[in-house]
């Protein structure tokens, strides 16, 4: 039987996403995005974008990959296009002199950071056996370390901010055996992504500081599923992730922390009833996502 660590959401959490407009947009604001070269994590660009944010797409890709799409400069075009201001930075965030770079250039470009979306993570769906440790510590420094640092760096910053959040792409906290028998080390990691969001939303509540998670309920058409052999027509598009992340970080940071979101369930508290509109293949059964019960 799965173990649930998972906070309940209380009324107030509920009733603040209910609000089906949100308390401020993101205009002027300084968004920090890690990994935010491709898929969800240019999707919360774009849609920040549209508000008049400040972007910083903090993402290795910094010339075109023969085989994935997108770089740190199409994606800073596009936010422009949009309607926001875009600084692409080279970062790794396995690299703690990377990171401290970007945030000084992000503070001294944009004055401050308001929001950091915690994208970048690596992906290996092997069972133990098939796991070679440069695998496992590859997972572990990505998708771990990574979002530990990056938070690390960015509060700081964030408690000068008049609203500020950090939204971390990792699952609910529950803890079903399923996951761990059919990869171990990846679960493993995910998990603790969602430890941090437990631990610095606690830590950082009295400062002000939004801290919570958000993931997907069913499968999201990226690179990445592509790459684990999931079919696209059974999943939904980016848009869904970017507008559930945008109803959360445009939320007070002193209403809603600690929480646990799946995008599907984010967005029906702001009164969307039909979400056919984020099938790639409207009509097609979707495929529900990893870690999701």
């Known amino acids: 039987m799965p173990v649930r660590t998972t906070p309940v959401l209380d009324r107030s959490l509920d009733d603040v996403l209910h609000r089906k407009d949100p308390m401020t947009s993101l205009s002027d604001r300084t968004v920090f995005i890690t990994g935010g070269s491709r898929g969800i994590g240019r999707a919360i660009a774009l849609r920040a974008a549209a508000d008049g944010a400040n972007i910083v797409i903090a993402a ?3 010339t075109p990959h023969p085989k994935l799409p997108g770089t740190i400069h199409s994606v800073a075009d596009e936010i422009v296009a949009a309607g926001g201001r875009a600084l692409p930075l080279a970062v790794d965030v396995r690299n703690d002199e990377h990171i401290a770079g970007a945030v000084d250039k992000a503070v001294a470009t944009f004055g401050g950071i308001d929001v950091l979306v915690n994208n970048a993570s690596a992906i290996f769906l092997e069972k133990t ?3 070679p440790m440069s695998r ?4 572990f420094d990505i998708n771990v370390r990574g979002t530990f640092a990056m938070s690390q760096a960015c509060l700081p910053h964030l408690t000068q901010s008049a609203n500020p ?34 631990g610095l939303a606690e830590e950082f509540r009295d400062r002000g500081v939004a801290v919570n998670a958000l993931w ?38 002193s209403d809603l922390t600690g929480g646990f979101f799946i995008d599907e369930d984010v967005l029906r508290r702001r009164g969307v009833t039909d979400f056919s509109k984020y099938d790639v293949a409207p009509g097609t059964p979707l495929t529900k996502d990893l870690f999701v019960s």
Not at 136 to 139: A, G, H, T, W
Not at 173 to 193: G, I, V
Not at 225 to 251: F, K, L, Q, Y
């Open 129 to 131: 056996l098939s796991t």
């Open 60 to 62: 290795k890709t910094d």
């Open 216 to 253: 997907p309920r069913t499968m999201i058409a990226t690179a990445a599923s592509s790459v684990i052999g999931v079919e696209s027509a059974g999943c939904r598009t980016t848009e869904i992730m970017s507008d559930a992340a945008h109803a959360i970080v445009t939320s007070p940071s």
């Open 165 to 198: 959040h950090v939204l971390t792409l990792s699952p609910p906290l529950e803890l079903n055996p399923q996951w761990f028998a059919d990869h171990c080390a990846y679960t493993m990691s995910k998990y603790a992504m969602s430890m941090t969001v437990l």
């Open 136 to 139: 496992f510590d590859l997972v």
